[in-house]
């Protein structure tokens, strides 16, 4: 199974995110920025935080998420 099936049951997919790269734990088609809300398709996911377990749309929400964390 890989991220252009068709049938994967549900829509959100559930990572592990680690150091460069992310585990599928539950196939989905996209996970949901932590900041904004955006669906990110997995294959356009590059941007998340493994201590926070977070993704984010793009280096915007990646940088506001940082913001917050070290005013």
Same mark, same amino acid.
């Given at each position: ?32 920025? /932590?900041?904004? +809300?955006?669906?990110?398709? &997995?294959?356009?996911? @590059?941007?998340? =935080? *493994?201590?926070?377990?977070? /993704?984010?749309? +793009?280096?915007?929400?990646? &940088?506001?998420?940082? @913001?917050?964390? =070290? *005013?």
């Amino acid at each position: 199974m890989n991220a252009f099936d068709r049938d994967l049951g549900r829509d959100i997919a559930t990572l592990h995110y680690g150091d460069g790269e992310f585990a599928v734990l539950t196939p989905g088609r996209h996970v949901v920025c /932590a900041v904004s +809300g955006l669906k990110i398709p &997995l294959e356009a996911l @590059r941007y998340w =935080n *493994p201590e926070l377990q977070e /993704a984010y749309a +793009g280096p915007a929400e990646a &940088l506001k998420r940082w @913001r917050e964390l =070290n *005013p």
